[in-house]
């Protein structure tokens, strides 16, 4: 999947998890700079993605995630 498609897609799941509307993902974001991003967030995050996507990610695979732009590049990789 094109990571342009996966990040419509990826910022319509954070608005969901986060429940703000307004919220828009960039590459560089990290959990710091969302407001209410944390472990239990986090976790919801991962389930959501893993639903939309059809994709597992294993914990090696999450941990490995620097930001938001690491993540569209794994779910496009993974849905490939």
């Known amino acids: ?18 429940d703000e509307s307004s919220l828009e ?13 944390d472990s239990i967030s986090h976790i919801n ?5 893993e639903k939309e ?3 597992r990610l294993t914990t090696a ?3 490995g995630l620097n930001n938001v732009g690491d ?3 794994l779910i496009a990789l993974k849905t490939t």
């Open 45 to 49: 995050l991962i389930v959501a993605v």
């Open 53 to 55: 996507f059809r994709i």
């Open 61 to 63: 695979e999450v941990r």
């Open 25 to 37: 993902i960039k590459d560089d974001m990290t959990a710091a700079d969302v407001e209410g991003w």
């Open 71 to 73: 993540f569209i590049a």
């Open 1 to 18: 999947m094109e990571k342009e498609t996966v990040k419509r897609r990826l910022n319509v799941v954070f608005q969901d998890v986060f």
